[in-house]
């Protein structure tokens, strides 16, 4: 079995190599690869990327795109990429903590599931801004409200998916709506979401977070309009 790791890249110079370097190390059942995907970082992230591509390729690709789309265009980029069986999404920052892939991956390998979050507000959360922690409350009840499901933490960025299923759901999201989709879509698929308690701790704007305030309209209309369109896999 083989994990496919898809990193989304923004300017991101002071962690990305940390977390590459955490991705190739962490000891889990499976083989991996992992899509780099850069749109036009001008912090030098690029070249480290460059780098790291030239030290460890195959394992490793790289996407340099000439525009800033956003991490959503960026995961639909790195979709034709995939040659594994799970797909997870990792962000270069450190907010996450990717020696958690160990239990995450677990129900793949079992075969006990086709779609898992991790979730932080099951395990435990640090430092994370009031004005996030609402909006992360409202995205998990509208989702569970909206879609009859008892999750979480809608918001998580650990979320992954088998591969076959991930490319019938056909992303369509630009920015962080690509959370909401996901989820509407497996909702809407009746693909159950499995949730494994996760640590979080995170950073601020000035650190380099890039979610705006706007990302919690577009996620809110994006899980209206997917309950009210539907979705069908093909
Ligand atoms: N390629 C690319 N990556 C992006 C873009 N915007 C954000 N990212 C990356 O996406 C990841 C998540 O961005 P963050 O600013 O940390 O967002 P967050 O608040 O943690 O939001 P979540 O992804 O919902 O957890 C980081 O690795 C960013 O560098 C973009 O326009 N293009
Ligand atoms: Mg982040």
């Known amino acids: 079995m083989k994990l496919s790791v898809i990193v989304p890249v923004l300017n991101e110079k002071n962690t990305l190599e940390k977390v590459i370097e955490k991705l190739l190390t962490v000891d889990i059942p499976m083989d991996k690869e992992i899509i780099i995907v850069d749109d036009n970082s001008t912090d030098g992230s690029s070249q480290i990327m460059d780098s790291l591509y030239e030290k460890y390729k ?11 789309e956003g ?7 790195a ?14 920052d450190m907010e996450y903590n990717i020696e958690e892939y160990r ?12 779609v898992v979050f991790g979730s932080r507000f099951m395990g435990k959360i640090e430092k994370m801004a009031p004005q996030n922690m609402i909006a992360n409350r409202i995205l998990t009840f509208l989702a569970n ?26 992303m369509q999201a630009k920015r962080f709506e690509f959370c909401p989709e996901l ?5 809407l698929g009746k693909h159950k979401i499995t949730e494994i308690p996760i640590t979080y701790r995170a950073r601020t704007v000035k650190e380099g977070k890039k979610i705006k305030w706007h990302d919690l309209i577009t996620a809110i209309n994006t899980l209206i309009r997917y309950r009210i369109t539907g979705f069908k896999e093909n």
């Open 58 to 68: 195959p394992v490793i690709k790289v996407i340099h795109k000439k525009q800033t």
């Open 71 to 77: 991490k959503g265009n960026a995961i639909q980029s």
């Open 79 to 92: 979709t034709p990429l995939i040659t594994g069986d799970v797909v997870i999404i990792q962000d270069a």
């Open 103 to 114: 239990v995450l991956v677990k129900p793949f390998i079992e075969q006990t599931a086709e």
């Open 145 to 170: 409200f909206l879609y009859g499901l008892k999750i979480t933490d809608e918001a998580t960025a650990y979320k992954l998916i088998k591969a076959d299923l991930f490319r019938k759901f056909k």
């Open 183 to 187: 989820l509407a879509k497996a909702a």
